[in-house]
């Protein structure tokens, strides 16, 4: 059902609940209004009888007769709406006015009215009367004196003012309902507006926005949040275009090379030292496709949010030492020197291949830009205390430092600091941009400067605390 018809059935609802609680609350307050002063009128003629009685002797009874089939005493009817007995403590009736034709009060109700005021209703002729009942003294003589009203005012009261609300009500409660009805079309129409912008909006169309009144409601603030959103997704569909493109360079290049070596392995005349010349190229070749084809994929499954950590409790500085060990070939074969220190016994849940993986990539750049006999610093420590706790990884080297326009877009993807040098000794311009998405998949952070002293730095922040995250699909 369309919003429009449920605020309108709503509020409909909402009006016919008022409008039934204000007419039992308005009856039950008319009725008793006029209770109240039907009990003043009925206390005004009892206090008026028992001033009467107590200054002059009762009358007689009046003259009565047996009414034919019934056997009970008959008075004349006066045709008035009130009635009025002198009772004795007896229950004989010692005046009477009005239509009853026997006493008003009998048994209990004439005792409790003898020792005081007592009020009650009773039926005379089909008729409901409000009654009361009040002591009084005439000569030596103890007597009733009970007075009563007909309701019939206060029952045609509550019968006119039901029917004024039945008739009245749902008019008033379908009359609110339509006017929800069109104060929600006025309030919905330009959300609308913005929804059918919002559909003409294609990917072909990233630069548009939607139009943002200038009402400054939620109107308002929801066109902007979507404009919002919109940029978002534009800045996201530019970064997976550049990616693809990027990607799309990057393999061209390896595949262009490969194939060439290929064609020139197929010509005739080829000795074998050349053909094996060209398999090690062409593996060569190969491995560094390999290895970009897994650094996308890394990189794709972690914007995809899928978890590909498989952490467990583990000594970093056991990675660090394998990381230093595997990469001091490579330091011996450009006189670099790789220098280890930290707190050997720290412990942190983490994935170690995953960890392995950055400070490999760290210490690769490290070696790149180092230049012969250099030193490279890897370091371990933590800082914070209890569930602030960070462990610190930090490689250092001492080369000439990371270009300043660089740092800025040091973790995005396909930058290098030096682009034709990377590119020609099999930099892809992928290794930060993993070294962050790791960093972020344990809930820390990568971050890169140049410290005092020259040279790159690059720290890893994990959290000591455990990550939330599962093996990692197709793991």
Same mark, same amino acid.
């Given at each position: 059902?369309?919003?429009?018809?449920?605020?309108?059935?709503?509020?409909?609802?909402?009006?016919?609940?008022?409008?039934?609680?204000?007419?039992?609350?308005?009856?039950?307050?008319?009725?008793?209004?006029?209770?109240?002063?039907?009990?003043?009128?009925?206390?005004?003629?009892?206090?008026?009888?028992?001033?009467?009685?107590?200054?002059?002797?009762?009358?007689?009874?009046?003259?009565?007769?047996?009414?034919?089939?019934?056997?009970?005493?008959?008075?004349?009817?006066?045709?008035?709406?009130?009635?009025?007995?002198?009772?004795?403590?007896?229950?004989?009736?010692?005046?009477?006015?009005?239509?009853?034709?026997?006493?008003?009060?009998?048994?209990?109700?004439?005792?409790?009215?003898?020792?005081?005021?007592?009020?009650?209703?009773?039926?005379?002729?089909?008729?409901?009367?409000?009654?009361?009942?009040?002591?009084?003294?005439?000569?030596?003589?103890?007597?009733?004196?009970?007075?009563?009203?007909? =309701? +019939?005012?206060?029952? &045609? $009261?509550?019968?006119? !003012?039901?029917?004024?609300? *039945?008739?009245?009500?749902?008019? @008033?409660? %379908?009359?609110?309902?339509?006017?929800?009805?069109?104060?929600?079309?006025?309030?919905?129409?330009?959300?609308?507006?913005?929804?059918?912008?919002?559909?003409?909006?294609?990917?072909?169309?990233?630069?548009?926005?939607?139009?943002?009144?200038? =009402? +400054?409601?939620?109107? &308002? $603030?929801?066109?902007? !949040?979507?404009?919002?959103? *919109?940029?978002?997704?534009?800045? @996201?569909? %530019?970064?997976?275009?550049?990616?693809?493109?990027?990607?799309?360079?990057?393999?061209?290049?390896?595949?262009?090379?490969?194939?060439?070596?290929?064609?020139?392995?197929?010509?005739?005349?080829?000795?074998?030292?050349?053909?094996?010349?060209?398999?090690?190229?062409?593996?060569?070749?190969?491995?560094?496709?390999?290895?970009?084809?897994?650094?996308?994929?890394?990189? @794709?499954? %972690?914007?995809?949010?899928?978890?590909?950590?498989?952490?467990?409790?583990?000594?970093?500085?056991?990675?660090?030492?394998?990381?230093?060990?595997?990469?001091?070939?490579?330091?011996?074969?450009?006189?670099?020197?790789?220098?280890?220190?930290?707190?050997?016994?720290?412990?942190?849940?983490?994935?170690?291949?995953?960890?392995?993986?950055?400070?490999?990539?760290?210490?690769?750049? %490290?070696?790149?830009?180092?230049?012969?006999?250099?030193?490279?610093?890897?370091?371990?420590?933590?800082?914070?205390?209890?569930?602030?706790?960070?462990?610190?990884?930090?490689?250092?080297?001492?080369?000439?430092?990371?270009?300043?326009?660089?740092?800025?877009?040091?973790?995005?993807?396909?930058?290098?600091?030096?682009?034709?040098?990377?590119?020609?000794?099999?930099?892809?311009?992928?290794?930060?941009?993993?070294?962050?998405?790791?960093?972020?998949?344990?809930?820390?952070?990568?971050?890169?400067?140049?410290?005092?002293?020259?040279?790159?730095?690059?720290?890893?922040?994990?959290?000591?605390?455990?990550?939330?995250?599962?093996?990692?699909?197709?793991?």
């Amino acid at each position: 059902m369309p919003l429009r018809w449920r605020l309108a059935l709503l509020f409909t609802l909402g009006a016919a609940l008022l409008i039934v609680g204000v007419a039992l609350l308005f009856r039950q307050q008319l009725t008793a209004g006029m209770n109240s002063s039907l009990d003043d009128t009925l206390r005004a003629r009892a206090d008026a009888q028992v001033t009467r009685l107590a200054s002059s002797a009762p009358t007689p009874p009046a003259p009565t007769k047996e009414h034919e089939g019934n056997g009970r005493a008959e008075t004349p009817d006066t045709g008035s709406d009130d009635v009025t007995q002198v009772l004795s403590t007896g229950g004989k009736v010692l005046e009477n006015s009005g239509d009853s034709r026997g006493p008003l009060a009998s048994g209990a109700r004439l005792r409790d009215a003898a020792k005081g005021s007592e009020q009650f209703t009773a039926v005379i002729e089909g008729q409901q009367y409000r009654m009361l009942g009040v002591p009084a003294r005439t000569g030596d003589h103890m007597v009733v004196v009970v007075v009563g009203a007909s =309701t +019939r005012i206060v029952e &045609a $009261t509550q019968d006119r !003012t039901g029917k004024i609300f *039945l008739t009245a009500g749902p008019p @008033a409660a %379908a009359l609110v309902g339509f006017g929800a009805y069109l104060l929600a079309g006025a309030a919905l129409r330009p959300v609308e507006r913005l929804r059918r912008r919002l559909a003409d909006i294609s990917e072909h169309d990233i630069d548009a926005r939607l139009h943002v009144p200038r =009402t +400054r409601d939620e109107i &308002a $603030t929801l066109a902007t !949040t979507m404009n919002a959103v *919109l940029d978002r997704l534009a800045r @996201a569909l %530019a970064r997976e275009r550049g990616f693809v493109a990027d990607a799309g360079h990057e393999l061209r290049t390896p595949l262009t090379t490969l194939k060439a070596e290929l064609d020139l392995a197929q010509q005739p005349g080829r000795s074998r030292q050349a053909l094996a010349s060209a398999v090690d190229a062409a593996a060569h070749d190969t491995d560094r496709l390999i290895r970009l084809a897994e650094d996308l994929l890394l990189l @794709a499954r %972690a914007d995809e949010g899928h978890a590909f950590l498989r952490p467990r409790p583990m000594t970093p500085y056991d990675v660090l030492a394998a990381a230093v060990r595997s990469a001091s070939a490579r330091a011996a074969a450009h006189r670099i020197t790789l220098r280890l220190s930290g707190e050997e016994h720290l412990r942190l849940t983490a994935d170690p291949d995953r960890l392995r993986q950055a400070v490999d990539n760290l210490l690769d750049n %490290a070696l790149r830009y180092s230049p012969p006999g250099g030193l490279v610093d890897i370091g371990l420590g933590h800082r914070g205390r209890h569930r602030r706790a960070v462990a610190v990884i930090e490689v250092r080297d001492h080369g000439p430092g990371f270009p300043p326009e660089f740092l800025p877009v040091a973790f995005e993807r396909f930058r290098r600091a030096d682009t034709a040098r990377s590119r020609a000794d099999g930099g892809t311009g992928l290794g930060l941009a993993i070294v962050r998405s790791i960093a972020h998949a344990h809930g820390g952070r990568a971050v890169a400067d140049n410290p005092p002293g020259g040279g790159a730095r690059v720290r890893l922040e994990l959290p000591m605390t455990p990550v939330q995250d599962g093996p990692a699909h197709g793991e």
